[in-house]
T-cell receptor, first 112, second 113 residues
Framework: KNEVEQSPQNLTAQEGEFITINCSYSVGISALHWLQQHPGGGIVSLFMLSSGKKKHGRLIATINIQEKHSSLHITASHPRDSAVYICAVRLMTGGGADGLTFGKGTHLIIQP | SQTIHQWPATLVQPVGSPLSLECTVEGTSNPNLYWYRQAAGRGLQLLFYSVGIGQISSEVPQNLSASRPQDRQFILSSKKLLLSDSGFYLC????????????FGPGTRLTVL
């Protein structure tokens, strides 16, 4: 079983729709990241969360530490939001510079 | 401001040939450095991380190795590439005093034929 599970795997929606992507994890973490990967492969960090909620423009990320769950929401979706959205966590392994553990990503397509 | 560079952007190599991918970071000192790989149809996976010059930690056994000859330089290498080494390789850096935030390079797409 993967330590980080995302759903849905693929999502196609119409422009303007409210989008929700979910991420669940099974172990203790110190932080959770939402990343955006465009078709060329480049990755942009959208949010880093350890508790609560963050908002940036039309993007909102929430995390519930007790339930080990995070959501990424996109309001008023636009075709330029089409990308792969990846959830990644830093495991609470006792320190060090450990890297991130990733979900497999959600492939989002927003149709005009 | 900090920037991270990777090269080459794309690479096609025959099986059995050597590999050297380079990553450099500008605008910061003593960064933590990371190599990740994204194989076709799979999620990103941590390969190596480094907390300082000459200090390399490997996360998974594999055909690859990493080196950090300078503070802001991270190199991914192989003596003989396998077909399974194909994928998208990402370098990332994080500030020494903030283990949580990571910033990704543009990536190298490697195809082994």
């Amino acid at each position: 079983k993967n330590e980080v599970e995302q759903s849905p795997q693929n999502l196609t929606a119409q422009e303007g729709e409210f989008i929700t992507i979910n991420c669940s994890y099974s172990v203790g973490i110190s932080a959770l990241h939402w990343l955006q990967q465009h078709p060329g492969g480049g990755i942009v960090s959208l949010f880093m969360l350890s508790s609560g909620k963050k908002k940036h423009g039309r993007l909102i990320a929430t995390i519930n530490i007790q339930e080990k769950h995070s959501s990424l929401h996109i309001t008023a979706s636009h075709p330029r939001d089409s990308a792969v959205y990846i959830c990644a966590v830093r495991l609470m392994t006792g320190g060090g510079a450990d890297g991130l553990t990733f979900g497999k990503g959600t492939h989002l397509i927003i149709q005009p | 401001s900090q920037t991270i560079h990777q090269w080459p952007a794309t690479l096609v190599q025959p099986v059995g040939s050597p590999l050297s991918l380079e990553c450099t970071v500008e605008g910061t000192s003593n960064p933590n450095l990371y190599w990740y790989r994204q194989a076709a149809g799979r999620g990103l996976q941590l390969l190596f991380y480094s907390v300082g010059i000459g200090q390399i930690s490997s996360e998974v056994p594999q055909n690859l190795s990493a080196s950090r000859p300078q503070d802001r330089q991270f190199i991914l290498s192989s003596k003989k590439l396998l077909l399974s080494d194909s994928g998208f390789y990402l370098c990332a850096w994080g500030a020494r005093n903030s283990y949580n935030e990571q910033f990704f390079g543009p990536g190298t797409r490697l195809t082994v034929l």
